[in-house]
């Protein structure tokens, strides 16, 4: 379980986080909705410490993210992200992409590794390109590419930030196609995203984010269909 | 050490009047060699641009030689040529002439990419409104172009600026070769390189630092 | 034209050319393993070191940038004899390519460093890699594919650079041809000679690197 509470998070003296309360609980789907700029991706960054926080707290099954103590790279096996800007390491093939954390991080055999870059790779549909360099894979390739990079560690949480909002609009199906497969296998999901289709079918809460504030969470029939708060009726007019 | 022997000599204010003539000197040789190379350059650089293989295989070869040799390789080998086939020429102008061409070889690779770097549908475009070839070169790919390659060649400018210290192999009393006799007469080598070093680095450091910023500023 | 060219004795001392022409690799070769460390380590302070440490690893960088090779040569060699420091040629050469490749290299490293995205520490340090691990797994392999290129130039510069050592009495390649050709005035002959070997020295190092870089670099 994912807590994360009273959190406050300023870049100098912009204040991103004004004091989030939310529990993600195994097996559930959190979709995360917002303008640019309303600090959700900042969100997912404070939850594995790739960000650190002023204020608050963050637990993960337990453990303080941000406390000193923490081995925070052996809690980030955990935590499996997925990058708007996919971040395929270009100078790895797809299938070494995958194997390096399982090899270095958890110190697998060379062939255990494989192995399990190839499952995931399969996984994803990539199971025909093990061997291609991210340039030579599209945009939507690489991003499934990234998925597979982080299951590949076998995480406990999955964190998309923004996953198919780089992406050319005929390559967003696939990797959407990739996380409905993941939800519906039970995998425990933070998805920020701009997608209200996919949030509204596949999510088992919204959240909505305005300017550093939780605005309102609740099931997706009633962010989408009686939304509570103005600012979430503004932006889902908006965007319909 | 002033009573060790009348040979030796302190450091006076006239040998400062000396580095400086010598600097002079230094910076006359330059200029010369980088106004005369960096014409030949570009002209060089557009035929290597121009025509596909005949340049390549003339202009690029000889040009490739002049960077694949040292400096100093090159200036004493035209240094004792130019009296074997009859031109009598003094450590200025033999230096002058092959500092002139090493230029034009860093300055032809600087040119072509700036041509390059204009590309073929900016160049089509212009085509496309009815220019002239000669047109496109002087209305589109001279001050586009122009502005990619100046950096690159104050870098060049500089490092001949920097290599001109090299005609002191012929003799050529320029700031590096004054250091050296001024060394030998004082025995002061400390102050002496640190008024040299110092001549060069107040040239080159505050040109190199104003052409990143261009760069910096133009590709941004 | 009543110069008469004798190449015959030239040619009688191609071996010792050649020999000098390894002592010329040798030490363009030394200079480089070296200058890629300390560069390295240069551009790492420059970009993340305590503010004194960058202060001279800035002075470093410019000073070697900005002042000519043959000057930083004469630094080692007799600009160290004011604090009673007397370096052997080999080592003047050594010492003088050093600073200048580690100086150049510095900033190449710099701008490769910069080059790779901060997005690619993130995603490694998302998978549970260390700090270190992201470095020696994921920065560098993609810094040295930026720098090559440029590290393959500054060998070349460091083989050309290293003929200054005939200046300062080292008998490398330019320092040897110096020696016969004075002994024989035939200082034409000698140098034209050299000259090709140089060109050669130069367009062998081109092509072993291009050839490394594509088994190295196939992405």
Not at chain 1, 11 to 37: T, W
Not at chain 1, 138 to 165: C, H, K, N, V, W
Not at chain 3, 109 to 117: E, K, Q, S
Not at chain 3, 127 to 141: D, S
């Amino acid at each position: 379980m994912i807590e994360i509470k009273q959190l406050h998070k300023y870049f100098g003296a912009l204040h991103v986080l004004q004091g989030i309360d939310l529990n993600v609980s195994k097996g559930e789907v959190l979709s995360i909705i917002g303008s640019s700029g309303s600090g959700k991706s900042t969100l997912l960054y404070c939850i594995n410490g790739l960000e650190d926080i002023q204020q608050g707290e963050v637990l993960v099954d337990g453990t303080t993210v941000h406390d000193q103590k923490t081995n925070i790279n052996k809690l980030r096996q955990k935590l499996g992200m997925v990058f708007q800007q996919w971040n395929s390491f270009p100078h790895l093939t797809a299938l070494e992409n995958v194997a390096l954390a399982p090899k270095i991080v958890k110190n697998f055999s060379r062939d255990q590794a494989k192995s399990i870059a190839e499952k995931q790779l399969k996984h994803v549909g990539l199971g025909d390109k093990l061997d291609a360099y991210p340039s030579a894979l599209s945009g939507g390739q690489q991003q499934r590419l990234a998925i597979a990079r982080a299951l590949a560690m076998e995480p406990e949480y999955m964190l998309f930030d923004e996953a198919t909002s780089a992406l050319d609009p005929e390559l967003v199906g696939e990797v959407l196609d990739t996380m409905r497969l993941l939800a519906d296998e039970g995998m425990t999901m933070i998805c920020v995203t701009h997608e209200m289709g996919f949030s509204r079918d596949v999510s088992d809460r919204v959240a909505y984010f305005h300017q550093g504030v939780m605005e309102e969470v609740g099931p997706p029939e009633q962010i989408f269909s009686a939304p509570q708060s103005v600012h979430t009726q503004k932006f889902l007019a908006n965007v319909r | 050490m002033s009573n060790s022997a009348s040979f030796f000599t302190d450091f006076q204010a006239t040998d400062l009047l000396f580095l400086g003539e010598a600097a002079g000197r230094t910076l006359g040789i330059s200029l010369v060699s980088i106004s005369i190379g960096t014409a030949l350059g570009i002209f060089f650089g557009w035929s290597l641009q121009a025509s596909k293989w005949f340049a390549q295989a003339t202009i690029g070869t000889v040009l490739d030689a002049f960077r694949s040799v040292p400096l100093i390789i090159q200036l004493i080998l035209f240094y004792n040529f130019f009296p074997i086939i009859g031109w009598k020429m003094g450590p200025f102008a033999a230096g002058a002439f092959v500092l002139s061409i090493y230029t034009a070889a860093l300055v032809a690779n600087v040119v072509r990419g700036g041509i390059e770097a204009v590309g073929e549908p900016m160049r089509r475009a212009a085509r496309s409104l009815g220019m002239s070839y000669w047109q496109d070169l002087r209305y589109v790919v001279w001050p586009i172009g122009l502005r990619a390659v100046f950096p690159s060649w104050v870098g060049v400018a500089l490092s001949v600026i920097k290599d001109s210290a090299l005609v002191s192999v012929l003799g050529y009393m320029e700031l590096l070769r004054a250091s050296q006799i001024l060394i030998t007469r004082t025995q002061e080598p400390f102050i002496i390189l640190a008024c040299a070093g110092a001549f060069y680095f107040a040239l080159s450091y505050p040109l190199s630092k104003y052409s990143q910023k261009l760069e910096e500023s133009w590709t941004s | 034209m009543d110069y008469n060219f004798h190449w015959r004795p030239v040619f009688r001392k191609i071996p010792e050319l050649l020999e000098a022409g390894l002592l010329t690799l040798e030490v363009a070769v030394i200079s480089m393993i070296l200058g890629i460390t300390i560069g390295l380590g240069l551009a790492l302070l420059r970009m993340k070191g305590p503010t004194p440490l960058r202060q001279i690893a800035t002075t470093w960088v410019e000073i070697a940038r900005n002042t000519p090779a043959l000057f930083q040569l004469f630094f080692f060699g007799f600009g160290l004899g004011a604090f009673g420091l007397h370096l052997s040629p080999y080592l003047i050469v050594l010492a003088g390519l050093t600073f200048n490749n580690a100086g150049y290299l510095a900033e190449n490293f710099r701008g490769g460093f910069l080059a790779v995205p901060d997005t690619q520490i993130r995603a490694a340090r998302s998978l549970g890699m260390t700090a270190a691990q992201t470095y020696i797994r994921i920065i560098i392999p993609q810094v040295l594919r930026i720098v090559y290129h440029p590290m393959t130039n500054q060998m070349v510069w460091a083989v050309l650079m290293s003929s200054l050592g005939m200046l300062v009495g080292f008998r490398e390649l330019s320092g040897e041809t110096q020696f016969f050709a004075s002994k024989t005035y035939r200082i034409f002959e000698y140098f034209a000679v050299t000259a090709i070997i140089y060109y050669v020295i130069v367009k062998i190092i081109l092509l072993a690197s291009n050839f490394a870089a594509r088994r190295l670099f196939r992405y």
